[in-house]
């Protein structure tokens, strides 16, 4: 009797324990997962700014010695910038119509309708033309880029070119490169010059008058307006083309691997566009005054 008393006090003692022994775990590892998940993405951020930055010095490396394919860089010329200019066309004029369409229907109330050439133009030499110019490209070649040379990688041609004591980098990566830095800012004054003819359009049929567009443009827009919108379009196009091949020669399980290069091509390069286009209109455009 005296030996069962204390087991039979004991169950319900151990019943609680092991329910509060469960519930304790549980609750470590849901308080202990946001920790994982933070190092974890914290490890893939700076080996993927690892990975980009050496890739671009490496490709620096070999366009500085002189050690390019010009004609595969004019057939990625082609690719990345002919067949894109179609898609630039439409997106960077509807976008310069839409923007003098808002606007000439505020500043024709107040009397002021020759300020739409100028608003529009600053607007679309800075930014309009330039970002979306790069946001076209990033979808359409630097999608284009992961998902060719991530088919490459998980085909095992890229082992066959270092088999063959070819680089991969000096091969597939300096001449989109290079296409990518030389093809952007051609690609921006196209769409610089159809998105302001747009807007000049939409401007007149809402009731400003064309030679005050025109005048106000003439003024208020000038060459460093022009001049730094196409140097942003050279970091963008650096960009687009280093996390393009980046992602793609880090391209691992099949076509499942490939979908996601491709997928992730696109989303990190518009990323980085934007957040670095916010840095370099700060420092070319007076962000200074912006925050006083």
Known sequence: MSEEQPRHKGRPTDVAGEILHDVGDEFVAVVAMPGEI?????????????????????????????????????????IIGVASLPIV?????????????????????WGMGSLTGAVVGISIAREIGPVLTSV?????????????????????QIDALRSLAVSPVQYLVVPRLLAGILMLPVLTIFGDVVGIVGAYWVAVIN?????????????????????????????????????GSQQGLQTTGGATGVGKSTTNSVVISIVIIYILNFFLAYVMFGGKTAFL
């Open 136 to 156: 076209v490209v990033a979808a359409r070649a630097g999608s284009a880029i992961g998902a060719e040379l991530g088919s490459m990688k998980v085909t095992e």
């Open 38 to 78: 933070t190092y974890a993405a914290l490890i893939k951020f700076f080996e993927f700014i690892g990975d980009i930055s050496t890739l671009l010095a490496h490709s620096l490396k070999f366009i500085f010695k002189g050690k390019m394919d010009v004609r595969e860089m004019f057939n990625q010329m082609a």
């Open 89 to 109: 066309l439409i997106t960077v004029a509807f976008s310069g119509a839409v923007l003098a369409l808002y606007m000439s229907q505020i500043v024709v109330r």
């Open 207 to 243: 009731g400003v008058a064309g030679g005050g567009f025109v005048s106000s443009l003439k003024a208020q827009v000038i060459p460093y307006d022009v001049m730094m919108g196409l140097l942003k379009t050279v970091f963008f196009g650096i960009v687009i083309v280093i996390v």
